[in-house]
Protein backbone atom coordinates (compact mmCIF):
# COMPACT_ATOMS: atom_id res chain seq x y z
CA UNK A 1 0.00 0.00 0.00
CA UNK A 2 1.74 3.13 -1.28
CA UNK A 3 -0.48 5.76 -1.07
CA UNK A 4 1.23 8.93 -1.76
CA UNK A 5 5.16 9.00 -2.59
CA UNK A 6 7.05 12.08 -2.67
CA UNK A 7 10.55 12.16 -3.62
CA UNK A 8 13.82 13.19 -2.63
CA UNK A 9 13.14 12.96 1.48
CA UNK A 10 15.91 15.60 1.85
CA UNK A 11 17.27 17.75 -0.46
CA UNK A 12 20.18 20.75 0.18
CA UNK A 13 19.95 23.55 -2.98
CA UNK A 14 22.50 26.36 -3.65
CA UNK A 15 20.87 29.55 -4.16
CA UNK A 16 19.33 29.68 -7.87
CA UNK A 17 19.50 25.74 -8.19
CA UNK A 18 16.46 24.34 -9.96
CA UNK A 19 15.01 20.68 -9.02
CA UNK A 20 11.81 18.83 -9.13
CA UNK A 21 10.06 17.28 -6.07
CA UNK A 22 8.45 13.74 -7.22
CA UNK A 23 5.07 13.08 -6.20
CA UNK A 24 3.08 9.83 -7.29
CA UNK A 25 -0.39 8.09 -5.75
CA UNK A 26 -1.14 4.79 -7.02
CA UNK A 27 -5.18 4.95 -5.41
CA UNK A 28 -6.51 6.83 -9.04
CA UNK A 29 -7.30 10.09 -6.63
CA UNK A 30 -8.16 13.00 -9.19
CA UNK A 31 -7.21 15.59 -7.07
CA UNK A 32 -3.56 16.33 -5.79
CA UNK A 33 -2.16 18.96 -4.15
CA UNK A 34 0.96 20.62 -2.84
CA UNK A 35 1.43 22.47 0.43
CA UNK A 36 4.24 23.98 2.04
CA UNK A 37 5.44 24.00 5.98
CA UNK A 38 7.37 26.59 7.09
CA UNK A 39 9.00 26.10 10.76
CA UNK A 40 6.26 26.39 13.16
CA UNK A 41 3.72 27.52 10.90
CA UNK A 42 0.47 26.00 9.35
CA UNK A 43 0.33 24.54 5.64
CA UNK A 44 0.11 26.70 2.79
CA UNK A 45 -1.63 25.76 -0.31
CA UNK A 46 0.78 26.10 -3.39
CA UNK A 47 -0.63 24.56 -6.45
CA UNK A 48 -3.31 22.11 -6.69
CA UNK A 49 -4.96 19.88 -9.77
CA UNK A 50 -8.46 18.56 -10.09
CA UNK A 51 -7.17 15.93 -12.73
CA UNK A 52 -4.78 15.10 -15.18
CA UNK A 53 -3.90 18.21 -17.65
CA UNK A 54 -6.15 20.81 -15.05
CA UNK A 55 -3.48 22.97 -12.41
CA UNK A 56 -4.05 26.14 -10.65
CA UNK A 57 -2.48 28.14 -7.68
CA UNK A 58 -2.72 28.01 -4.22
CA UNK A 59 -2.05 30.75 -1.64
CA UNK A 60 1.89 30.68 -2.29
CA UNK A 61 2.53 29.83 -6.01
CA UNK A 62 5.64 32.24 -6.48
CA UNK A 63 8.89 30.95 -7.88
CA UNK A 64 6.93 26.54 -8.45
CA UNK A 65 5.75 25.28 -11.40
CA UNK A 66 3.72 22.03 -11.42
CA UNK A 67 2.40 19.86 -14.09
CA UNK A 68 -0.53 16.54 -14.40
CA UNK A 69 -0.04 14.62 -16.93
CA UNK A 70 -1.35 11.78 -15.61
CA UNK A 71 -3.21 10.96 -12.97
CA UNK A 72 -0.72 9.47 -11.12
CA UNK A 73 1.74 12.28 -10.86
CA UNK A 74 1.94 15.50 -10.05
CA UNK A 75 5.60 17.08 -10.14
CA UNK A 76 6.57 20.50 -8.40
CA UNK A 77 9.36 22.11 -9.97
CA UNK A 78 11.21 24.82 -8.40
CA UNK A 79 13.13 27.49 -10.44
CA UNK A 80 16.08 29.83 -9.10
CA UNK A 81 16.08 28.23 -5.97
CA UNK A 82 15.86 31.54 -2.76
CA UNK A 83 16.27 30.33 0.95
CA UNK A 84 12.75 31.96 1.62
CA UNK A 85 11.66 28.44 -0.22
CA UNK A 86 13.36 26.68 2.42
CA UNK A 87 10.73 24.28 4.02
CA UNK A 88 9.04 21.50 4.74
CA UNK A 89 6.71 20.42 1.05
CA UNK A 90 3.81 17.84 1.60
CA UNK A 91 1.72 16.13 -1.60
CA UNK A 92 -1.40 15.46 -0.76
CA UNK A 93 -4.51 13.39 -3.05
CA UNK A 94 -7.94 13.32 -2.83
CA UNK A 95 -10.89 10.75 -3.81
CA UNK A 96 -12.83 13.44 -5.08
CA UNK A 97 -14.59 16.90 -3.95
CA UNK A 98 -15.37 16.10 0.15
CA UNK A 99 -15.22 12.38 -0.10
CA UNK A 100 -12.89 12.61 3.24
CA UNK A 101 -9.32 12.53 4.16
CA UNK A 102 -6.40 13.96 2.31
CA UNK A 103 -3.72 11.73 2.12
CA UNK A 104 -0.53 13.49 2.62
CA UNK A 105 3.30 12.32 1.38
CA UNK A 106 5.80 11.72 4.27
CA UNK A 107 6.77 15.17 3.55
CA UNK A 108 10.50 16.23 1.47
CA UNK A 109 12.50 18.55 3.35
CA UNK A 110 14.35 20.98 1.50
CA UNK A 111 17.14 23.89 2.43
CA UNK A 112 18.45 26.13 0.33
CA UNK A 113 22.03 27.69 1.12
CA UNK B 1 -12.15 34.19 2.09
CA UNK B 2 -11.44 31.07 4.43
CA UNK B 3 -9.68 31.53 7.13
CA UNK B 4 -8.85 29.62 10.28
CA UNK B 5 -7.73 30.91 13.59
CA UNK B 6 -5.81 28.28 16.28
CA UNK B 7 -4.91 31.18 19.09
CA UNK B 8 -3.41 28.50 21.63
CA UNK B 9 0.34 28.24 19.93
CA UNK B 10 1.72 25.61 22.68
CA UNK B 11 -0.09 23.82 25.26
CA UNK B 12 1.53 21.85 28.02
CA UNK B 13 -0.70 19.49 30.32
CA UNK B 14 0.30 17.00 32.65
CA UNK B 15 -0.81 13.16 31.60
CA UNK B 16 -4.35 12.15 32.62
CA UNK B 17 -5.87 15.49 32.14
CA UNK B 18 -8.48 16.69 29.87
CA UNK B 19 -7.19 19.66 27.45
CA UNK B 20 -9.07 21.23 25.10
CA UNK B 21 -7.80 22.90 21.32
CA UNK B 22 -9.58 25.43 20.30
CA UNK B 23 -10.73 26.38 16.59
CA UNK B 24 -12.25 29.53 15.19
CA UNK B 25 -13.28 29.64 11.80
CA UNK B 26 -14.31 32.32 9.34
CA UNK B 27 -16.21 31.62 5.13
CA UNK B 28 -19.13 32.88 3.68
CA UNK B 29 -20.08 30.19 2.18
CA UNK B 30 -22.71 27.84 3.52
CA UNK B 31 -21.55 25.00 2.67
CA UNK B 32 -18.49 24.03 3.86
CA UNK B 33 -16.23 21.07 6.03
CA UNK B 34 -13.93 21.14 9.15
CA UNK B 35 -11.04 18.69 9.40
CA UNK B 36 -8.28 18.22 12.33
CA UNK B 37 -5.32 16.65 11.47
CA UNK B 38 -2.05 15.50 13.77
CA UNK B 39 1.15 15.99 13.34
CA UNK B 40 3.67 14.07 15.63
CA UNK B 41 7.39 14.66 16.01
CA UNK B 42 8.19 11.95 13.04
CA UNK B 43 6.46 14.96 10.63
CA UNK B 44 3.38 12.89 8.87
CA UNK B 45 -0.19 14.56 9.12
CA UNK B 46 -3.29 12.42 10.42
CA UNK B 47 -6.53 12.56 9.61
CA UNK B 48 -8.31 12.74 12.38
CA UNK B 49 -11.97 14.17 11.79
CA UNK B 50 -13.98 15.89 8.72
CA UNK B 51 -17.15 17.32 9.64
CA UNK B 52 -19.61 18.81 7.28
CA UNK B 53 -21.42 22.05 7.62
CA UNK B 54 -24.76 20.81 8.14
CA UNK B 55 -23.80 18.00 10.58
CA UNK B 56 -23.61 20.13 14.24
CA UNK B 57 -23.49 16.86 16.24
CA UNK B 58 -20.84 16.33 18.42
CA UNK B 59 -18.69 13.56 17.82
CA UNK B 60 -16.79 11.42 20.36
CA UNK B 61 -14.15 9.04 19.57
CA UNK B 62 -12.32 7.06 22.51
CA UNK B 63 -10.60 9.39 24.16
CA UNK B 64 -11.06 12.09 21.12
CA UNK B 65 -14.40 14.43 20.76
CA UNK B 66 -15.42 17.06 18.85
CA UNK B 67 -17.56 20.23 20.00
CA UNK B 68 -18.72 22.39 16.69
CA UNK B 69 -20.91 25.09 17.26
CA UNK B 70 -21.83 27.07 14.18
CA UNK B 71 -22.65 29.93 16.30
CA UNK B 72 -19.85 30.99 17.26
CA UNK B 73 -17.88 29.52 14.59
CA UNK B 74 -16.09 27.21 16.63
CA UNK B 75 -14.67 23.45 15.92
CA UNK B 76 -13.01 22.64 19.26
CA UNK B 77 -10.82 19.50 19.96
CA UNK B 78 -10.90 17.82 23.44
CA UNK B 79 -8.20 15.59 24.46
CA UNK B 80 -9.45 13.29 27.96
CA UNK B 81 -6.93 11.65 29.98
CA UNK B 82 -4.19 12.86 27.98
CA UNK B 83 -1.04 10.87 27.66
CA UNK B 84 1.91 11.59 26.39
CA UNK B 85 1.33 9.86 23.30
CA UNK B 86 -0.88 12.64 22.73
CA UNK B 87 1.99 15.23 22.15
CA UNK B 88 2.24 16.59 18.53
CA UNK B 89 0.85 19.26 16.97
CA UNK B 90 -3.03 19.53 15.60
CA UNK B 91 -4.25 21.13 12.62
CA UNK B 92 -7.78 22.09 11.90
CA UNK B 93 -8.62 23.20 8.71
CA UNK B 94 -11.43 24.35 6.44
CA UNK B 95 -13.27 23.87 2.64
CA UNK B 96 -16.03 25.99 0.94
CA UNK B 97 -17.72 23.91 -1.05
CA UNK B 98 -16.63 27.26 -3.87
CA UNK B 99 -13.38 26.15 -3.04
CA UNK B 100 -12.46 23.47 -4.93
CA UNK B 101 -11.51 20.93 -1.97
CA UNK B 102 -8.63 23.31 -1.36
CA UNK B 103 -7.96 22.92 2.28
CA UNK B 104 -7.16 26.36 4.60
CA UNK B 105 -5.26 25.25 7.44
CA UNK B 106 -4.79 27.06 10.63
CA UNK B 107 -1.17 27.69 11.96
CA UNK B 108 -1.62 24.54 14.08
CA UNK B 109 -1.16 24.02 18.37
CA UNK B 110 1.60 22.56 19.30
CA UNK B 111 0.41 20.00 22.55
CA UNK B 112 2.81 18.72 24.76
CA UNK B 113 1.93 16.06 27.64
CA UNK B 114 3.91 15.74 30.01
CA UNK B 115 4.57 12.15 32.15
Known amino acids: NAGVTQTPKFRILKIGQSMTLQCAQD?????MYWYRQDPGMGLKLIYYSVGAGITDKGEVPNGYNVSRSTTEDFPLRLELAAPSQTSVYFC????????????FGEGSRLTVL | AQKVTQAQTEISVVEKEDVTLDCVYETRDTTYYLFWYKQPPSGELVFLIRRNSFDEQNEISGRYSWNFQKSTSSFNFTITASQVVDSAVYFC????????????FGEGTQLTVNP
Open chain 2, 93 to 104: ALSEETSGSRLT
Open chain 1, 27 to 31: MNHNY
Open chain 1, 92 to 103: ASLAGEYTGELF
